[in-house]
């Protein structure tokens, strides 16, 4: 329980939802389904790098096989774990989950409804998913305020009015621990736990029911970690949102997670309940990830 010590997270509730949450699925259903998800990344190569090719005087391109026929199930309200070692494409198919990177192959769908449009120029096409990523330093466009960051999207989808837009806002900065009077701040005015909080408040402020954190602590100090983990324990709750966690720490996966997933290169090679995958690991690979985990030192007597 160390890590989750000293978070002194303000408790100030979420502001209520305006958007209209029509025909969910009851707790614990099947919502988000990734059903043979697939994507390899070549470099698409010109005219004459096509023909030295044929002529046997270049080499092709190599092609990334990053997520390889990856097929899983979120249920609505419940905390789903993606672990894996960097390059195992956890965050790859976490970017597909949330619309945004076009697959190579299979569906992904949100409470039946698939999450981008067909074609050669998918875009996503639902609202419904958000993401907090792992860099708050990058993820925020400097030139802009807090506030007018946190309100673009809720205006632009019309979630809110300009009107509401302020209090809006405010709200939300509340919800995540933070003073309502920073919006009219910059990035570089905060630090990096405060950053990540302005993301988590930017994602929700979206009204989403599925959030996809791509390691969001992972360039956080541990003491840190804990607030923003304690924060989006305290949120998934009051908010019934689904959560999909992808970490390469599994002791942080640990303490939010309901079922846990591990990838390595490209497929997910076991699935199941958090504390059945701690206490009794199947795959060799997941046998590795659990004994690399460090463990404190017991206290002497």
């Known amino acids: 329980q160390l890590l989750l010590r000293g978070s002194g997270i303000a408790d100030a509730a979420p502001p209520p939802r305006k958007s209209a949450t029509l025909n969910l699925p009851p707790l614990g259903s099947p919502y988000l389904v990734i059903d043979n998800a697939m994507k390899r990344f070549e470099k698409p190569t010109g005219l004459f790098r096509n023909l030295a090719i044929k002529s046997g005087i270049s080499q092709p391109m190599p092609v990334v096989q990053a997520v390889d026929g990856v097929s899983i199930t979120l249920k609505r309200g419940e905390v789903l774990g993606l672990v894996g070692e960097s390059g195992s494409g956890k965050s790859t198919l976490g970017r597909m989950a949330a619309g945004i990177t076009i697959p190579t192959s299979g569906t992904i769908r949100l409470n039946g409804k698939p999450v981008m449009s067909d074609g050669r120029n998918a875009r996503k096409i639902t609202t419904r998913i958000q993401t907090i990523f792992q860099d708050p330093f990058a993820s925020l466009n400097g030139r802009m305020r807090i506030g007018d960051i946190i309100a673009e999207g809720p205006l632009a989808h019309k979630l809110v009015t300009r009107a509401e837009a302020s209090v809006y806002v405010k709200e939300w900065l509340a919800a995540v621990g933070l003073d309502p009077t920073f919006a009219n701040r910059f990035p570089h005015q905060f630090s990096g736990g405060q950053r990540q909080r302005i993301a988590i408040a930017r994602a929700l402020a979206m009204q989403p029911d599925v959030v996809v954190c791509?390691?969001?602590?992972?360039?956080?100090?541990?003491?840190?970690?804990?607030?923003?983990?304690?924060?989006?324990i305290r949120l998934r709750a009051e908010l019934d949102l689904s959560l999909i966690f992808i970490s390469h720490d599994l002791s942080v996966v640990r303490h939010l997670c309901d079922r846990v997933a591990i990838m390595y290169r490209g497929k997910i090679v076991e699935e199941g309940v958090a504390s059945t995958i701690y206490a009794d690991p199947q795959h060799d690979y997941t046998k590795r990830l659990l004994a690399a985990v460090p463990v404190l030192p017991e206290a002497a007597e």
């Open 214 to 232: 791509d390691e969001p602590v992972a360039s956080l100090d541990v003491s840190i970690q804990a607030q923003i983990i304690n924060l989006l």
